[in-house]
């Protein structure tokens, strides 16, 4: 079982920066951020498997940087440039395979952290 606790949040203006942080139990082979906005489906925006390689949702490629660091045990999501389009709940996920960025790939979710941009 593996457990994930998200944290970092907050209330912004467009063009600010934030960092999620996502506290994990155990690293598996991938750990990912997803997002759902109210109405929407839950989208996967950013995916870093245990080699390091990462993946990004054109939505937020070249703003936000996902990263991990083993030895605290912690997952980081670093958001540049925010718009009131990233206004959602961000969640932290963890899969036992190669996964992408697909929600039915991962099966271990946090509860998540509200993100809300204004303009």
């Known amino acids: 079982q593996v457990q994930l606790m998200e944290s970092g949040g907050g209330s912004v203006q467009s063009g600010s920066s934030l960092r999620l942080s996502c506290a994990v139990s155990q690293f598996t082979a991938s750990l990912a951020w997803f997002r759902q906005a109210p109405g929407k489906e839950r989208e996967g925006i950013a995916r870093?498997?245990?080699?390091?390689?990462?993946r990004y949702a054109d939505s937020v490629r070249g703003r936000f940087t996902i990263s991990k660091d083993a030895a605290k045990n912690r997952l980081y999501l670093q958001m540049n440039s925010l718009e009131p389009a990233d206004t959602a709940m961000y969640y932290c996920a963890a899969a036992t395979h190669g996964a992408e960025l697909l929600s039915a790939e991962y099966i271990y979710w946090g509860l998540g952290t509200q993100v809300t941009v204004s303009s």
């Open positions: 870093i498997r245990s080699i390091g390689t990462t």
